[in-house]
């Protein structure tokens, strides 16, 4: 430039003038030259993970120690040092509250209404909303709580607002509604006023308020088949949760309110894994409330309701049967806070003291974040160490480690198989499709059974892909089944390709599609996963659960019996589900190898077991008499249960014809008409009784009946 100045000095002012101007008109000329070129823009993604750690760290006296720096660290991923490139200090005061509560009569009318949706703020750069403060989220599960305990729960954080709330605390209200939406009622604050506010319209609704229209947020599902009557649901709502919050920096405590969280049959494995793993990831902690408090119910019942009935209540089956439910209603609880580092409050009328557990579990605490040199997308688990230099004796509490983030949303032809085998063998499900699955077992002989499984996927997921002007959408299907060791036994890969114009994809938007297919085991333990993915949108839906194959050949003290399959629909085999049969013979081949089908009718598992009034009820057992010499007439009836007050009973039936000489099974059928019992929830028990060998057998499950 110096050279080029010196030469233009030399000339004379006119043809610097002159050479100036064409300079400004070729930088002119030379953008519309190339103007109709039109050259590919470039663009430059970058895409980076920064893992964000909570750390506590306590001397050996319990106090915690401040005053350290990001220097004082070391933190490993999978053994690999990583760079620390987020630090800071979140000092905790635990001093009363200083806002003052307003008597109600006294606060201004316009603050009775708080908005019905309000949005979680997230944390803005640079911004010190959340800084030095302790997040708590009040989250009510109004579909597990009756009335009384709504009530119960709501008082306890009216008690804890008013009597127990620190300087420090910021409170989060939210709910999951029958209607299944999950709603934000109040962003963090620690206006105590606001909070209360919220809580007396849920405990007085004022019968004038409009807010009843349906958010359509009820997880893509059919309410009439799964949010009715489907813990997944429960779980994913709390995902839904988890999602809100990971906006928000720092350490998150999460008070789930519900009277209970009873998990159907097979549960779904898979969910609580997702809803686990999304709340590790998003420095959320779970504190179950038990909303029932402490229950002392006695074995027959007491006094607010009728004894049950049955030979049941003499053998110690009813009593057994209630008190299972309850525990396992508390178990997932129990799970979902020591997995993600809470902790339960169960068996307590002092609903408060659990908010005060939540609140006492934050204490000042550090923040570490970095970017991991591992980048890959795989899904796999990292583990992670943090220790402090010098000091052996201090007590870090950190997550452990966290899977790593995968995209399942760009498909090739050459990898679309990869990635589902991928996908299938992953620690940290992905349940973006949601997917209910029933799994039965009837004995063929001394040593196998035959296991039917179908699988119920809302048709209103599968329409989504007609929102990308697809016409038709493939549902890849992949599972497999392992031992108690970890050895695969059986696989499945198929595909059902859907339609989505006309007539199909409005009847595909009101109900869920059923696929079925089978495997034959021995009796063992096994934990079945099973994939759906929708080929157009990429979405993947994950099942996973335990279960067992009893040796039926070895029960000597009651009737060995199968499955109970309930239903209310029967089908011609030939246009029966969609399933891995295929080939000219594959109806006869179902019929003679599948008990569900009879005279070439299929008996169509309900999976989800919400029936409605209008339908019958068939209802399909088998029942083994493997060492009898002669066949003992078997006498059986079923019973519904509202609590354990009878609510309706068949008469018993005799069943004696029908005898598999190579099973030994006799089956037994039931058709029921609802149209007598109103709509609600109940407990099926069928009975079985072998008068002559002296036997019995008990077969209960939740059902719900609609109108």
């Known amino acids: 430039m110096e050279k080029y100045g010196k030469v233009l000095s030399q000339k004379s002012p006119l043809l610097r003038w002159k ?6 008109m070729m930088l002119w000329l030379i953008p519309a030259a190339h103007a109709q070129q039109q050259p590919p823009q470039v663009i430059i993604k970058v895409n980076t993970q920064l893992v964000v750690q909570t750390v506590v760290v306590k001397d050996k006296d319990g106090k915690n120690i401040e005053g350290l720096t990001d220097k004082d660290f070391t933190v490993t991923e999978d053994g690999v040092p990583q760079a620390i490139s987020v630090f800071h200090f979140e000092k905790l005061e635990d001093t009363p509250a200083i806002t003052p509560v307003t008597p109600a009569a006294a606060r201004p009318v316009n603050t009775v209404r708080p908005p019905t949706q309000a949005q979680i703020t997230p944390s803005p750069p640079d911004d010190a909303r959340y800084r030095n403060r302790r997040l708590l989220v009040l989250f009510f599960d109004l579909t597990a709580m009756p009335p009384p305990d709504q009530l119960r729960a709501f008082g306890a954080a009216d008690k804890f607002i008013r009597t127990q709330m620190k300087s ?12 299944g939406a999950v709603k934000v009622l109040r962003d963090f604050t620690n206006e105590r006023n606001q909070l209360l506010d919220v809580f007396e319209k849920l405990m007085y609704p004022d019968d004038n308020d409009n807010d009843t229209a349906d958010t359509g947020a009820a997880f893509g599902q059919d309410s009439s088949e799964f949010n009715i009557f489907n813990t997944d649901r429960k779980l994913a709502a709390l995902q839904t949760a988890i ?19 009873q998990l159907n049959g097979i549960y779904n494995q898979a969910q609580l894994s997702a809803t686990v793993n999304a709340a590790i990831r998003a420095n959320v902690a779970f504190f179950p409330v038990d909303a029932r408090g402490l229950v002392a119910s006695p074995p027959l019942g007491d006094a607010s309701q009728r004894s049950a009935g049955g030979i049941g209540m003499y053998s110690g089956a009813t009593a057994m049967a209630s008190m299972t439910a309850f525990q396992g209603s508390q178990d997932t609880l129990f799970a979902l806070a020591g997995d993600t580092g809470g902790k339960a409050m169960l068996d ?18 550090y923040i570490i974040g970095y970017y991991p040199t591992n980048s890959a997308l795989d899904g796999k688990f990292r583990r992670v160490k943090i220790t402090l230099k010098g000091s052996p004796s201090a007590k870090l509490a950190f997550r452990q480690g966290y899977f790593a983030g995968r995209t399942f949303n760009k498909f090739t032809t050459s990898d679309m198989e990869r990635q589902l085998e991928d996908a299938l063998i992953l620690g940290d499900p992905i349940t973006d499709l949601t ?40 549902i890849d299907f992949i599972g497999e089944v392992k031992d108690d060791d970890g050895m695969t036994i059986q696989n499945l890969r198929d595909k059902v390709d859907f339609q989505l114009t006309g007539e199909a994809v409005s009847a595909l938007s009101k109900r869920p599609i059923q696929y079925d297919t089978a495997f034959t085991l021995l009796p063992g333990k096994y934990v079945i996963k099973f994939l759906a993915r929708d080929a157009e949108t990429g979405r993947i839906g994950t099942y996973q659960a335990p279960f067992v194959i009893p ?15 309930l239903s209310s629909q029967r089908v011609d085999i030939r246009k029966a589900l969609y399933g891995t049969a295929k080939g000219k013979n594959s109806a006869q081949a179902a019929q003679a190898v599948n008990p569900l089908v009879v005279e070439g009718q299929k008996l169509v598992p309900s999976v989800t077991r919400v029936f409605s009034e209008s339908r019958e009820m068939y209802v399909y057992l088998q029942a083994y008499e493997p060492n009898a010499t002669s066949v003992h007439p078997l006498v059986a009836f079923v019973t519904f249960y509202r609590g354990q007050a009878k609510a309706f009973e068949t008469s018993p039936l005799q069943f004696v014809d029908g005898l598999d000489p190579k099973s030994t099974a006799l089956p037994l059928k039931f058709s029921l008409s609802l149209s007598k019992l109103p709509p609600g929830e109940y407990n099926f028990q069928v009975t079985v009784l072998d008068t002559i060998g002296q036997k019995v057998a008990f077969w209960q499950a939740p059902v719900m009946l609609v109108p």
């Open 19 to 24: 050479e100036l101007m064409l300079s400004i």
């Open 168 to 179: 420090a605390d910021l409170l989060a209200i939210m709910t999951f509604d029958s209607k």
């Open 243 to 261: 999602n809100i919050l990971k906006s928000v920096d720092g350490q998150k405590s999460l008070v789930y309110f519900a009277s209970g969280l």
């Open 348 to 365: 307590n009328n002092d609903l408060a003291a659990g908010i005060v557990q939540a609140e006492q579990a934050i204490t000042s605490y």
């Open 435 to 474: 997917i209910a699955m029933e799994l039965n077992y009837f004995q063929l002989n001394r040593t196998e059974y035959f296991v039917p499984i179908t699988v119920k996927i809302p048709g209103s997921e599968l329409v989504k892909a007609r929102s990308g002007g697809a016409e038709r959408t493939l």
């Open 551 to 565: 040796n039926l050949m070895k029960e000597e003290k009651v009737i060995p019996i199968s499955s109970v399959v």
